[in-house]
């Protein structure tokens, strides 16, 4: 398995030519963007590959999404997105690029490095505006603590250290 980012890195030619599988993984509107563009090149290079997409605007966006190909790997009575509570895994961001070639933040002058680790899924509100909303319906999930921890660990290990200019927010 291969890791690519593309909103950071271009698509890797001869990787999507030799795949069976390619995921999207789409947590907001602008990698859904950049996915659906990604799609028509890798459907020119692999038309013999599945793809699939997964998060928040995957569900969102499923029926527009198998228009163009994409599959759901699940049977009819299956939730599109599950709302159990589940054993969360800490991130394995090996593949992607350092944590320099992302945003960053420019504060009292200085250029901080940012990362970003997932605390939390889905949202007890029910604002009219949100696209949370329609995926988890009120529903509010906590990933573990060691979980959470582990992540940051992690994102400081590889590069994101307070000594680099690393601000950690516990919100």
Known sequence: MTCVDLAVEPLRVGQVREAELIAFYLPMHT??????TAM????GLNPEARLCCYGLYAAMNESYLRGLGVEWGRSPTCPIVSQEK?????????DLPPLERYAHLHLNGARQRV?????SRGCKHLCR???????????FRIVQAEVVLEDIRRQVAAGGSPAHGVSVAYL
């Open 31 to 36: 990698a859904t963007r950049l996915a659906v």
């Open 40 to 43: 028509e090149r890798v459907r």
């Open 86 to 94: 589940q054993k969360f895994l800490a991130p394995d961001r090996s």
């Open 115 to 119: 990362g970003y680790t997932e605390a």
């Open 129 to 139: 505006h949100c696209p949370v909303v329609p995926v988890y319906n009120g529903r």
